[in-house]
């Protein structure tokens, strides 16, 4: 170790065409068709502008090219497929060709790059997320967790085929607690990397902050030497508090990156490489008073001797963002693919070697779109018998449903299906605190609009279309916030909505996703409904000033009357931003999961019948005229 680490602990991690047989089960939903049809790799590859010839081509003893592929926010995303809709992923409209999901769609253009590049001559990266997002993810941490069956992580057993050179951590990776994570980093072949999360108190990175790979490319020259810096995000402290309060701090990226690049040059790095879980936009979901959000642009602006910056956690697609050092004016590359593996972000390097050392001397990004290969068979094959049993799982029923109930205008309308939502976290919380003090207070309920496509049909409800309703992992607790805090934290909500002249059309879908200060455009996750309060928001007034007879039970709520408010992990920890319940005091945390508590509910009542729970308690009004 360097002077950079003097009186400090030394971190615990250093040591100074295919037969259709093999293709998939119709079972899985992978038959021939489905995995087959579409352009080769080398096809697609060359439609994007890519140059097949190998990197050896441009190799004469001074010179060579490497390149760098990267993911982002893969989602445990294993295979094209779609859970929650029982069917291969679609996204596509009559204009718009289909996405497509999946590291065994990523499979295929990383062996044909590897081909075409020759496989010495690349490095596959990954900038975090991956665990966590899909039903696969969450029935291997929870429902069947591998920490508990020894089996091989899904996510684990593809990154480890295809051969990943480093992995960072993101803020998902948390989610199942930090055993589960540590279980999944051990199953791991790639080193897997946070150098900014460290234990609690300390500057000690609880994980492998970087890793050098040597690739042996000249005759008669020494190794490229390229290191990779993991980087997290701040927010995990937020969103999940309850799995690292007292564990686990995260450091600035900025001052992070400053700190462990003269390290990683000091130990003979010649290129450095930053995979960072934060995107490039400067700004944060949440306030000052933790670590930027998205730094990434600030990391290539601020600390000098990066080269390469492979970025993700914000979702979107960034081919090539070109950044200049302000301390020594050289420019940073920088790529974002688009998550889910629907992109991989592809960097070519060339090298030049003088003095003893390789440095860049030219580069290059694109993202190749992974709809234009197949799913790599293999690949496929390899998570087969998980995958079904996903599917299986998914289609199990749990009740039967008396109505078809639709979230398709639960971000303007009070409606039956989210009121279900609201009605088990109910119940229970009231269960939970049954016989104690807090049994007294009068319970309300907040749940958001996850995803306006969920529906639950009229007759079987299966798994599948719980998870489609409630689509992340959070867990329940409840807090007790007063009137007043009630109407602040309402208020503050119903920022999700742009304002609305009292004469304009009636057009709900485009009043929506206000954007605020906070952010450029409000995601309906952020616009919280409260049942067993009634209330109006008026969108017509200007922002601070939109609630309106708030009431309980036909009284007007008091500004000191209490109430027990249930409410999930994620929104009491902070996420989002909303005023007061993160530091409210907090009565229930039994680490329940939401999405299980309702299909426990649902399991034992047998029966969904909206007439029984369905009450319009709020609902959208201009100058006091409701809009529906």
Known sequence: MSDHSNHEPVPRWCACAVPDEEVGSASSGFTRRNVLIGAS???ALAAAGWSAGP???????????????GTSDLHANVVNWDYYKDAAYYDGTATRPT???GLSRVASLVKQIRADRGREHTLLFDAGDTIQGTPLGFYYATVEPVTETGAIHPVAAQMNALGYDAVALGNHEFNYGLDFLDNWIDQMDAPVLAANAVHA??????????????????????????????LTNPGVVIWDKANVSGKVEVLDLVETAARWVPVMKAEGAHIIVVSAHSGDSGSSSYGSDLPNENAARLVAEQVPDIDVILFGHAH????????????TGAEVIMSEPKN????????DLDLAYSRGKWRVVDHTAITMNTNTVVDDPAFVALVRDQHDAVVTYMNSPVATSTAAMSAAEACWKDTAILDYVNVVQTATVAAAVAGTPEASLPIVSIAAPFNRAASFPAGSVTIKDVAGLYIYDNTL?????????????????AEYFKVVAPDAPVDPAAWTNAPTPRAASTPDYNYDQFSGVEYTIDVAKPVGQRISALSYQGAPVADDQQFLVAVNNYRQSGGGGFPHIASAPVVYNAQVAIREAIVSYASAAGVIDPTTFHVENWRLVREGTPVF
Do not use: C
Request: overall charge positive; charged content about 20%; cysteine-free.
């Open 41 to 43: 790799a080398a096809t």
């Open 55 to 69: 990197a050896a081509a441009a190799t004469d003893g001074t010179t060579t090219r490497i390149t760098i592929m």
């Open 99 to 101: 996405n497509a999901v």
């Open 201 to 230: 108190e300390t500057k000690v990175p609880r994980y492998r902050p970087y890793t050098i790979r040597s690739m042996k490319l000249a005759k008669g020259h020494p190794p490229v030497k390229v290191g990779v810096l993991g």
């Open 316 to 327: 979107q697609e960034i081919p090539e963002r070109l950044v200049t050092n302000t301390v």
């Open 340 to 347: 889910w593996g629907q992109r991989l972000s592809v960097f």
């Open 477 to 493: 607790m409840a807090s007790i916030l007063t009137g007043e805090q009630i109407r602040e934290y309402l208020e503050f909500s």
